[in-house]
């Protein structure tokens, strides 16, 4: 498995997951069930991907690294 470092604090981990959980809900319970619903399904998917894993590839390709702003939210 490949060991990818963390480039997200806690506070955009706890987002993006809230943001799949909510994208999750909308398209299981709700009316989306068409092409719409399965892109916001991919995402939501990829969502929570990256705030279970703390990595995020689009940080990555931008040379950004938001690790080490969580003494911001202590």
Known sequence: MIKRKKNMNV????TRFIIAM???SIVVF???WNLLGFFILI????FL???VSGF???YKSINVDFSKSDEYFK
């Open 11 to 14: 506070m955009d981990r706890v």
């Open 22 to 24: 909510s994208l999750l």
């Open 30 to 32: 709700g009316p989306l």
């Open 43 to 46: 995402l939501s998917i990829l």
């Open 49 to 51: 991907v990256a705030g």
């Open 56 to 58: 995020c590839p689009f």
